[in-house]
């Protein structure tokens, strides 16, 4: 716990002294949730741009997120509250405390990283777009742990 405290609390430091903006995948579990926690507990006094960029296709119970033609959400005519509960295996719930999510879609479902090539390209513009003199913005990525995908997001990052 002390760990994920301290992570918690460098990133949040980090973030408010560098007025960065965070992105993750969005997901309300493991690391994203516990970026998407600090950011959350922190939002009175300092708003940090966390912007999630997931996968349509694996977000648990995304025709909640639809606005229909009838001006509808999900089949009401207000816009309902996501609920964070756990998913069904296969899908990921999106993390309440995100200031934004992109959510890409290819019209399948539960195809692994389909978002990572516009995730890299949203970063990449970013950077390009917010320079200070001239000069764009830094990016960092930070892994911690992982496995094949973070990987792969590290990579994608990498080639742009």
């Not at 349509?56 to 009838?70: A, C, D, E, Q, Y």
């Not at 290819?106 to 692994?112: I, S």
């Not at 917010?130 to 080639?159: D, H, K, W, Y």
């Amino acid at each position: 716990q002390d760990i994920c405290a301290s992570f918690q609390q460098g990133l949040l430091n980090a973030a408010r002294s560098t007025r960065a903006w965070i992105i993750t995948g969005g997901q309300h579990c493991g690391v994203m949730k516990l970026v998407g926690g600090v950011i959350g507990q922190s939002i009175s006094t300092t708003r940090i741009p966390t912007i999630g960029v997931g996968n349509w296709g694996k977000t648990w119970k995304n025709h909640l997120l639809v606005h229909n033609r009838s001006g509808h959400y999900g089949g009401q005519r207000e816009a309902t509250t996501y609920p964070i509960e756990p998913p069904d295996k296969g899908y990921a719930t999106l993390d309440p405390n995100h200031t934004h999510h992109f959510l890409v879609d290819d019209g399948t479902t539960g195809t692994d990283g389909i978002e990572y090539e516009f995730r890299a390209a949203l970063e990449t513009l970013i950077c390009e777009k917010f320079m200070i003199q001239n000069v764009p913005l830094p990016m960092v990525c930070i892994m911690v742990e992982g496995g094949m995908r973070s990987l792969e997001i590290a990579i994608s990052t990498l080639r742009k």
